[in-house]
């Protein structure tokens, strides 16, 4: 089976620019997770989905984040525009269902802003 | 608030030396506790706990819950030096679509 697939691994742009990172949950799952990962600051939940649905956004760190699920097989991350301190490795990560099952990561985008 | 704490932050250990790793937790109406490991890449799953006294074991690693006094450990013994990761520790919570709680990790370095 397919894990968690994300695109694209790695990212590199300039301050101001839009970035867009994709994820594909493993099939049957209905709850999709992203996270951002920093050495200063650990794994933090940026928001999650279940059902496509937007359960809890409060760790998205501010208006310049979005995040859609248009499908039960695809969702985005936006950054706009993208700033020096987004640079981090975003995960993105699936589970069953949201309440305390094991999650399956992604490899993670490594994004870069200049 | 849920709250995941793990001790120690940072280790460092020689080859064949066995480590516990500690995970203490608080959470509402708690459900699970899970292990990661991550190296260079995503965390991977390493085990699921949800019954306190029952040991989980996976070759040289093994890991203990206790629902009592709210915390895990997870051993790594004769440890080598593909042991060396970060390993991650998170808590699920039966209340609603909350999501898994975790831990800052504990780095761990093995040295030949």
């Known amino acids: 089976d397919a894990g968690v697939i994300q695109s694209p691994r790695h990212e590199v742009t300039e301050m101001g620019q839009e970035v867009t990172l994709r994820c594909k949950p493993i099939?049957?799952?209905?709850?999709l997770f992203w996270y951002r990962q920093t050495m200063m600051r650990g794994l933090e939940l940026l928001i999650y989905?279940?059902?496509?649905?937007?359960?809890?956004d409060s760790g998205m760190p501010e208006d310049r984040f979005s995040a859609k699920m248009p499908n039960a097989s695809f969702s985005t991350l936006k950054i706009q525009p993208s700033e020096p301190r987004d640079s981090a490795v975003y995960f993105c990560a699936s589970s069953r269902s949201g309440g305390g099952e094991t999650q399956y990561f992604g490899p993670g985008t490594r994004l870069l802003v200049l | 608030e849920d709250k995941v704490v793990q001790s120690p932050l940072s280790l460092v250990v020689h080859e064949g030396d066995t480590v516990t790793l500690n995970c203490s937790y608080e959470?509402?109406?708690?459900?699970?506790l899970l292990w990661y490991k991550q190296e260079k890449k995503a965390p991977t799953f390493l085990f699921m706990l949800?019954?306190?006294?029952i040991e989980k074991k996976s070759g040289r690693l093994s890991s203990i819950l206790d629902k009592k006094e709210l915390f895990s450990i997870l051993n790594i013994t004769a440890t080598q030096t593909g042991d060396s990761a970060v390993y991650l520790c998170?808590?699920?919570?039966?209340?609603?679509?909350?999501?898994?709680?975790f831990g800052k990790g504990t780095r761990l370095s093995v040295i030949a």
């Open positions: 099939s049957g799952h209905n709850s």
């Open positions: 949800t019954s306190s006294g």
């Open positions: 959470v509402t109406n708690f459900r699970s």
């Open positions: 998170a808590v699920g919570s039966r209340a609603g679509n909350t999501p898994l709680v």
């Open positions: 989905f279940n059902n496509n649905v937007p359960i809890d």
